[in-house]
């Protein structure tokens, strides 16, 4: 199993930046693919970026340029570093991991965006 925490959320006004972490419970060079996922409310959950073991990312159009997502394999650690944040990125975002037959989900951490 993997146990999934995320960190980094908050309150940030339009245009600003947050950086979310997302630290597993066992070593992420056995995981093979790790994201993060964003649900508004009202709405469904959504792909906002993965990356896989080998450090190949997909994003989801609406982030493209604005998010990045990377992996500190010495630190079990997934980010995403958000820039040029617009309200309509307000959600809760989850952190996410495929390992072996499984995928595994953080609690989540809201990130507010005002205008």
């Known amino acids: 199993q993997v146990q999934l925490v995320e960190s980094g959320g908050g309150l940030v006004q339009a245009g600003g930046s947050l950086r979310l972490a997302c630290t597993a419970s066992?070593?992420?060079?056995?995981?093979?693919?790790m994201g993060w996922y964003r649900q508004a409310p009202g709405k469904q959950r959504e792909l906002v970026a993965i990356?896989?073991?080998?450090?190949?990312?997909i994003y989801a159009d609406s982030v493209k340029g604005r998010f990045t997502i990377s992996r500190d394999n010495t630190k079990n650690t997934v980010h995403l570093q958000m820039n040029s944040l617009k309200p309509e990125d307000s959600a809760v975002y989850y952190c996410?991991?495929?390992?072996?037959?499984?995928?595994?989900w953080g609690q989540g951490t809201q990130v507010t965006v005002s205008s």
């Open positions: 990356i896989s073991s080998g450090g190949s990312t």
């Open positions: 996410t991991a495929d390992y072996i037959a499984d995928t595994y």
């Open positions: 066992r070593t992420i060079f056995s995981i093979k693919t």
